[in-house]
């Protein structure tokens, strides 16, 4: 019995200092910590706004922004609980980074730093449907031209006879000026910007004294170096020499639409009005043969290649003009690379028959040279 109360009293101390030990003092806990939902913010390069929830320990409840050295690109505002951080676009092609701390007044727990990055700008591209240099004539018109971008671009001027327009959605832009009623050719720049990719437009205006089409209007005369007269509507080679009063060679141009028609009055015969189609691109007139007026029918004559005999047919006729706008000429078709083709005025005898009364040829039996419409001095 002895033995087992000293083996009792034993346990018993054993319990005593594992009672004790279990009793004693608890460690410190962190109590000093702030509990933020992110230590880094990444931007994509078109930059925005992100949040960083800020809990701190109730015995840190005072806590603020440290930002020493502030970037231009970033804007932090902190609210109850929050940090806002807002990040600007970069149009840059390099990333950039910068940080900030979030630290306690009284020092209660360590700074904890916040890293900020933003991505590099996407390459940017810029494709502009327009020539480098583009010449407005003296008329109020406008151009309107394709503009594609993976980025925002935008479209301004350096003139005030001008403005500029951008369709973003339709990918294009337009710009329209002025009518110049000066003596003097205006200049302007048009500028499309798109990140770091610059399209610059030259643009020129002409005075009205060389607008092409205003160059066209007055009176002209129908010349050859040659003429072969038909009085009997068969082809002959007598050369005719024909005064230039006739009322044949004599007509006038007169505007009609600006820029697309104008009025022959008086070609080939008194009283006649043809509307010719004015081409932009040459500067000259497109005459279309083929046409009745006070009984007179005026048609290109078509000689056959095998006979003297001719034809008549109805055609567009081009008419070029020179460099300085003086003389048009007329591009008749060719067969074989010879000429067999004219123009003239058809009337009719007692007996209802068609009779040329005056006419020209350029077949390669009779070579007359090129018709041309040469323009008389006022």
């Not at 009792?8 to 101390?13: K, V």
């Not at 066209?216 to 005064?243: C, M, R, V």
């Not at 009063?245 to 028609?261: A, I, M, R, S």
């Not at 009025?263 to 043969?289: H, K, N, Q, S, W």
């Amino acid at each position: 019995m002895t033995i087992r109360f000293k083996r009792l009293g034993a346990l018993f101390a054993l319990l005593s200092v594992m009672l004790f030990v279990g009793c004693s003092e608890p460690e410190p806990e962190m109590a000093y910590q702030l509990q933020l939902s992110t230590h880094g913010l990444g931007f994509d390069a078109e930059g925005g706004t992100l949040k960083i929830a800020v809990t701190p320990h109730p015995d840190t409840a005072e806590w603020r922004v440290d930002n020493a050295n502030p970037a231009e690109w970033v804007e932090i505002e902190v609210t109850e609980g929050a940090i806002n951080v807002t990040a600007e676009p970069n149009s840059e092609s390099s990333s950039r980074t910068t940080s900030f701390s979030v630290v306690s007044p009284t020092n209660l727990f360590e700074a904890v730093k916040i890293t900020l990055s933003q991505e590099a700008a996407t390459a940017a591209t810029l494709e502009v449907v327009a020539p480098e240099e583009y010449l407005f004539d003296s008329a109020a018109s406008s151009y309107t031209f394709g503009v594609r971008s993976n980025v925002e671009w935008t479209i301004e001027d350096n003139a005030e006879w001008l403005t500029v327009a951008a369709e973003y959605e339709a990918q294009r832009a337009t710009i329209a000026v002025e009518a110049n009623d000066g003596e003097v050719e205006r200049e302007a720049e048009v500028r499309i910007t798109a990140g770091d990719r610059v399209y610059i437009i030259d643009i020129k205006q002409d005075t009205h004294a060389n607008n092409p089409y205003y160059r066209l209007l007055g009176n002209w005369e129908i010349t050859a170096s040659k003429w072969f007269y038909s009085p009997n509507g068969s082809l002959n080679s007598l050369d005719y020499a024909p005064n230039p009063t006739d009322y044949y060679l004599l007509f006038k141009l007169d505007e009609v639409e600006y820029g697309k028609t104008l009025i022959m009055r008086d070609f080939l015969y008194p009283g006649t009005e043809l509307e010719v189609r004015y081409d932009a691109t040459t500067g000259g007139i497109v005459i279309p043969f083929g046409w009745t007026v006070l009984s007179y029918d005026v048609f290109c004559y078509v000689t056959l290649v095998s006979s003297t005999q001719f034809s008549y047919a109805s055609m567009e006729v081009e008419a070029l003009p020179n460099d300085e706008c003086t003389a048009l000429t007329l591009n008749l078709p060719t067969v074989d690379g010879f000429n067999y083709v004219g123009f003239g005025l058809w009337t009719y005898d007692e007996s209802g028959n068609k009779v040329a009364v005056g006419s020209n040829y350029r077949p390669t039996m009779f070579p007359m040279g090129n018709v041309q419409l040469v323009k008389k001095s006022e």
